[in-house]
């Protein structure tokens, strides 16, 4: 009677511990990125697009696209909201559904880059041990450039506070001679 | 106005303020003394000149900086436009909020009230002289936009919107200087007041463009004048919006024109008069 009492309570003990979790199932998704490669120059506006497919044989209920920019090169410091203000999209498919996602950036530094789009579950049943899906990365080379020359402006620049500098002064020397005539 | 006495009888007296207001109107004789005052003494000259420097100075950065290059140049036309429309008409209004208490304070005042010329023709007057210098600073500014906008096939259209909206702007706040000068006894606090109001009206637009930006900052651009109608341009040069998409943003500064003309019109009479302790007496 009393093992069967400490069996009881090691049982009821156990039954309290937190249960480990289960490996959730694994997005069955593709993402293709379009196109894979990029040139162009600071201010350059692009749209890379990424094809979403569902893979399983299973809806994938609901999922979140997330593009991400990183330096790949030197240290030139990327802040991704400022290539892409809506840098998120939600969506869901179902088994074997495809759908394009279209992201508009704007290249905001020079220098070479990766762009990527990571897939994953979207919701509040999310465990947090979810895996994670990553498109294949997308170079993107930014030129420098200079829209505007210090050579082209210099002369207005220099010339107009020269000229009204010049008649300020005209006319304090003037108005002083006219005062000392006086 | 510096209504000078004898001995110097050339330019500028009562008498030849009253000998000429009897002939013509009496706003074009008082808009004309006060612009003669205005650049004759130098100071209209001297805010020009500072006025191109601050131009310069953003026209070369905006050319050079690399952190400003990779603005669309269309980008760049409208911040030197913008620049130079904000600070010409803030130059207008801390020019007309010298206009009735500086009169007061030099002691002037009193002399240009016995010509015979009306009182809202004294106002009309000195809102036409300040608005000289807003027409100044846009001439000075051309050329800075200009060089920035001849690449870009927006020259026109940026030089007629900065005038459009930049005089609407200038009328209403030179209105509300004189306003503010008339009803002040002293032109420190006169000048004081004013650019307290420019600060009130510039501190919402220099909020990080980060912060979010709910329905209060809407409502603080729309409500601001020069916000709004800075906004406008923004909206033509930048965003190519056509010259009706968003005319909406021109409604404060015309209803500013509108409520501080009507003002001036209305309680002129009353306001532009000597206060006793100063000249009065």
């Known amino acids: ?182 | 106005m510096t209504v000078q006495v004898a001995p110097q009888p050339a330019v500028g007296t009562s008498q030849d303020v009253r000998a000429r207001a009897e002939g013509e109107s009496g706003w074009l004789v008082v808009a004309e003394q006060e612009c003669r005052d205005l650049w004759t003494s130098g100071r209209g000259l001297m805010l020009l000149f500072l006025f191109s420097v601050l131009l310069s100075a953003v026209t070369y950065l905006t050319s050079t900086n690399q952190a400003l290059n990779f603005l669309e140049q269309r980008e760049s036309v409208n911040l030197v436009l913008q620049f130079a429309v904000a600070v010409g008409v803030l130059a207008t209004l801390v020019v007309s909020a010298d206009g009735i208490s500086g009169e007061r304070e030099r002691g002037t005042l009193e002399t240009l009230l016995v010509t015979p010329v009306p009182r809202r023709s004294i106002i009309a007057g000195k809102l036409i002289a300040a608005l000289s210098l807003w027409f100044a600073t846009f001439l000075v500014s051309i050329p800075y936009v200009w060089v920035l906008a001849r690449e870009v096939g927006i020259l026109g259209q940026a030089l007629v919107l900065g005038l459009c909206v930049g005089t609407l702007v200038a009328i209403g706040l030179g209105c509300i200087g004189l306003l503010i000068s008339a009803a002040c006894n002293s032109n420190k606090t006169s000048i004081a007041a004013s650019i307290f109001l420019l600060l009130i009206l510039f501190a919402p637009t220099q909020l990080p463009s980060g912060l979010p930006q709910g329905w209060f900052f809407e409502v603080l651009l729309r409500a601001n004048p020069v916000a709004s109608g800075l906004a406008y341009i923004s909206s033509l040069l930048v965003e190519g919006h056509s010259w009706t998409q968003d005319l909406s943003f021109l409604i404060t500064p015309l209803l500013t024109v509108i409520i501080a003309g009507g003002a001036l019109i209305l309680a002129g009479p009353r306001l532009v008069r000597l206060t006793r302790g100063e000249n009065a007496g």
Not at chain 1, 37 to 43: A, L, N, P
Not at chain 1, 98 to 112: D, E, F, T
């Open chain 1, 1 to 182: 009677m009393r093992e069967l009492f400490l069996i009881g309570l090691l049982v009821g003990m156990l039954s309290l511990l937190p249960t480990p979790a289960l490996a959730a199932a694994p997005l069955n998704v593709k993402v293709v990125p379009e196109p894979a490669q990029v040139s162009t120059v600071i201010g350059g506006r692009f749209v890379l697009t990424t094809e979403v497919t569902n893979t399983g044989p299973t809806p994938s209920g609901d999922i979140l696209a997330h593009l991400n920019i990183a330096s790949i090169e030197g240290s030139v410091y990327v802040d991704p909201e400022d290539w892409s203000a809506s840098r998120s999209q939600q969506l869901s498919l179902k088994p074997g559904e495809s759908r394009k996602l279209s992201w508009q950036i704007q290249a905001v530094n020079p220098g070479h880059f990766a762009a990527y789009v990571v897939v994953m579950p979207y919701g509040s049943e999310v465990a947090g041990n979810e895996g994670l899906v990553i498109s294949p990365l997308v170079n993107v080379d930014v030129a420098s450039r200079s829209t505007l020359t210090a050579g082209g402006a210099l002369p207005v620049v220099v010339i107009v506070p020269l000229l009204l500098g010049l008649a300020v002064a005209g006319m304090f020397f003037r108005a002083r001679r006219r005062g000392s005539v006086q």
